[in-house]
Antibody
Framework: QVRLQESGPGLVKPSGALSLTCVVS?????????WSWVRQPPGKGLEWIGQ???????YYNPSLKSRVTISVDTAKNEFSLRLNSVTAADTAMYYC?????????????WGQGTLVTVSS | SYVLTQPPSVSVAPGQTAKISCGGY??????VQWYQQKPGQAPVLVIY???DRPSGIPERISGSNSGNTATLTISSVEAGDEADYYC?????????????FGGGTKLTVL
């Protein structure tokens, strides 16, 4: 049974950088899966941020691409998200999820999510 | 960019059938996933590749996809089905592959 657990600061200052980590257990991050970040502003819908493969290949949401970096640490079986130049609009619940393939796949396992608030 | 359109809300009485639509240009040419999200919880995959159910998802939850509309159907609705439902596809028409979610539909069991 795969398990994903997000961690990171719950409060980030405007114009700063948001950094989160997702630890994966019950599956190897070097498997054939991809690993994604999805966010959900309070009271709103889901937004895909991007995904990474264990070799370092990445795909990003075009609307966030200029500010996002997703990386992987195979030794720790975890992957990370960095979002630069944050504003209040980046306040959201951030989920990590396992993705069955780079295109056409599904998000079959999710972390519980971590709330990040952007505020001074 | 590719847009998925869902009705904001659907209401149905217990025991009846709920249908939640997801509209998109030629969505029938894409594979559609559906996720259920209950308050305070992470989303759960309930349908993948248009109509397949993950292990543990009851048969009364089904999906279809044709033309410009995909549909999630929940038969014999129960109080426990009350949740937000999101459709999702992948698009690469104007950039690298990226996932797109619909705006979500709140299912209310009357």
């Amino acid at each position: 049974q795969v398990r994903l657990q997000e961690s990171g600061p719950g409060l980030v200052k405007p114009s700063g950088a948001l950094s989160l980590t997702c630890v994966v257990s019950g599956d190897s991050i070097t498997s054939t899966r991809w690993w994604s970040w999805v966010r959900q502003p309070p009271g709103k819908g889901l937004e895909w941020i991007g995904q990474v493969f264990h070799r370092g290949d990445t795909y990003y949401n075009p609307s966030l691409k200029s500010r996002v970096t997703i990386s992987v640490d195979t030794a720790k079986n975890e992957f990370s998200l960095r979002l630069n130049s944050v504003t209040a609009a980046d306040t959201a619940m951030y989920y990590c999820a396992r993705t069955t393939s780079s295109y056409g796949g599904n998000f079959d396992s999710w972390g519980q999510g971590t709330l990040v608030t952007v505020s001074s | 960019s590719y847009v998925l359109t869902q009705p904001p809300s659907v209401s149905v009485a217990p025991g009846q059938t709920a249908k939640i639509s997801c509209g998109g240009y030629s969505i029938g040419s894409k594979t559609v996933q559906w996720y259920q999200q209950k308050p305070g919880q992470a989303p759960v995959l309930v349908i993948y590749e248009d109509r397949d159910r993950p292990s543990g998802i009851p048969e009364r939850i089904s999906g279809s996809n044709s033309g410009n509309t995909a549909t999630l159907t929940i038969s014999s609705v129960e109080a426990g089905d009350e949740a937000d439902y999101y459709c999702q596809v992948w698009d690469s028409s104007d950039s690298d592959p990226h996932a797109v979610f619909g705006g979500g539909t709140k299912l209310t069991v009357l």
